[in-house]
């Protein structure tokens, strides 16, 4: 596994792994999880040390996002703009079951963070937000993580055949290339 430089210092220095789940929870949550959890299930990281890491940067961005909403005044006009056209056909959800629209939200791509925008908006308390995201975060880090866990552990059972794939993806690019070529030259003699 640490045919790579960055995994070099993955395991020289495994601090620099949990520094970086945080920073990477806090950019883009999903594929950061599902990452770390995959490179835990290889060894690179221990589980107990990174549920941590991942709860508090998923809190953290989250935090950020409805703070941004609270202040939504003082940021860039493309911020409000961006927000209300995304979430704001959610309002009558987010109103009614703000809970339930955090859990599908963490799920649904390029929609939680305006929702968590337009959430910051509302008459809602920090402490309010807290409660109803909290649960929603830890159902999300179990379905992610299993998945990127559960996929680390079957690498390690296809990790033999994939020399094969590779070779199987290179004749398909060739064969791609090749259609392409021939179809171009059709189409311009046809012209």
Same mark, same amino acid.
């Given at each position: 596994m640490s045919e790579s430089l960055f995994f070099y210092y993955l395991?020289?220095?495994?601090?620099?792994?949990?520094?970086?789940?945080?920073?990477?929870?806090?950019?883009?949550?999903?594929?950061?999880?599902?990452?770390?959890? /995959?490179?835990?299930?290889?060894?690179?990281?221990?589980?107990?040390?990174?549920?941590?890491?991942?709860?508090?940067?998923?809190?953290?961005?989250?935090?950020? /996002?409805?703070?941004?909403?609270? !202040?939504?005044?003082? /940021?860039?006009? /493309?911020? !409000?703009?961006?927000?209300? !056209?995304?979430?704001?056909?959610?309002?009558?959800?987010?109103?009614r079951r703000p809970r339930q629209t955090l859990f599908i939200s963490k799920f649904a791509y390029a929609i939680h963070k305006p929702i968590l925008v337009r959430m910051g908006m509302t008459d809602k308390t920090y402490r309010e937000f807290i409660k109803q995201d909290i649960p929603a975060i830890c159902f999300w880090a179990v379905v992610i993580g299993s998945l990127g866990y559960f996929s680390g552990v079957s690498f390690t059972l296809v990790q033999q055949y994939l020399h094969y794939a590779e070779l199987g993806l290179l004749i398909g690019l060739i064969i791609f290339f090749v259609v392409i070529k021939v179809v171009t030259k059709y189409s311009i003699k046809k012209l």
């Open positions: 395991i020289i220095w495994p601090p620099l792994g949990y520094f970086l789940g945080v920073v990477g929870m806090l950019i883009e949550g999903d594929i950061t999880w599902f990452t770390l959890s /995959f490179l835990t299930s290889q060894g690179l990281f221990n589980f107990w040390l990174m549920l941590p890491v991942v709860f508090f940067g998923m809190l953290a961005s989250d935090l950020i /996002f409805f703070f941004i909403g609270r !202040k939504i005044e003082y /940021f860039p006009r /493309f911020v !409000k703009l961006w927000s209300n !056209k995304i979430a704001e056909p959610f309002d009558r959800q987010l109103n």
